[in-house]
T-cell receptor, first 112, second 113 residues
Framework: GQQLNQSPQSMFIQEGEDVSMNCTSS?????WLWYKQDPGEGPVLLIA?????ELTSNGRLTAQFGITRKDSFLNISASIPSDVGIYFC????????????FGQGTTLQVKP | DGGITQSPKYLFRKEGQNVTLSCEQN?????MYWYRQDPGQGLRLIYY???????QKGDIAEGYSVSREKKESFPLTVTSAQKNPTAFYLC????????????FGQGTRLTVV
């Protein structure tokens, strides 16, 4: 099936640093969603993107819908310890918009 | 409060037994989804439903079954045919059937011994 590829797979950074991660697909997507999952919990929606080129912020988080529609980026500025978790990109593949597929996630660890 | 509820949080079963995981939402969402998550892995789609009395197989449907008799409920049965059922199961719902944000429950951790 279609896949979303996230990179990097994991990151270990110092508190206060900025973080950047991305998600790519071999197919065009019309919607990109970014989620964060804390250990043992369900993912929580951070940002939703619906237009190519769109740049949306949620506090210290900023996400962009790539111009090619085949990628998306998430940036976290001035990281803090509670940013620790797994970040997932997701979207409905254009071949079947009733589905919602996820990338394999980027695990973020923040050292105080 | 509106939300999506999965129960129980932890579930233990003996090998060879069927087990049903509950998922209820009071958000009046049309679409519901079931995902499986293994340690260190992403979310893999098991089944999804866009409307009452209809559902489709996801990428890993073998060994699972679902029903959607009511808009607010989408239970998942893990059957004895599922070869490796121990996992974290997540249910989600979205307001429309296509292309919108999904909201998740807290998950059920199933352990089969």
């Amino acid at each position: 099936g279609q896949q979303l590829n996230q990179s990097p797979q994991s990151m270990f950074i110092q508190e206060g640093e900025d973080v950047s991660m991305n998600c790519t697909s071999s197919s065009i997507f019309n919607t990109w969603l970014w989620y964060k999952q804390d250990p043992g919990e369900g993912p929580v929606l951070l940002i939703a993107l619906y237009k190519a080129g769109e740049l949306t912020s949620n506090g210290r988080l900023t996400a962009q819908f790539g111009i090619t529609r085949k990628d998306s980026f998430l940036n976290i500025s001035a990281s803090i310890p509670s940013d620790v978790g797994i970040y997932f990109c997701a979207g409905p593949p254009p071949s079947n918009t009733g589905k919602l597929i996820f990338g394999q996630g980027t695990t973020l660890q923040v050292k105080p | 409060d509106g939300g999506i509820t999965q129960s129980p949080k932890y579930l233990f079963r003996k090998e060879g037994q069927n087990v049903t995981l509950s998922c209820e939402q009071n958000l009046n969402h049309d679409a519901m989804y079931w995902y499986r998550q293994d340690p260190g892995q992403g979310l893999r789609l098991i089944y999804y439903s866009q409307i009452v009395n209809d559902f489709q197989k996801g990428d890993i449907a073998e060994g699972y079954s679902v029903s959607r008799e009511k808009k607010e409920s989408f239970p998942l049965t893990v059957t004895s045919a599922q070869k490796n059922p121990t996992a974290f199961y997540l249910c989600a719902s979205s307001i429309r059937a296509t292309g919108t944000e999904a909201f998740f429950g807290q998950g059920t951790r199933l352990t089969v011994v």
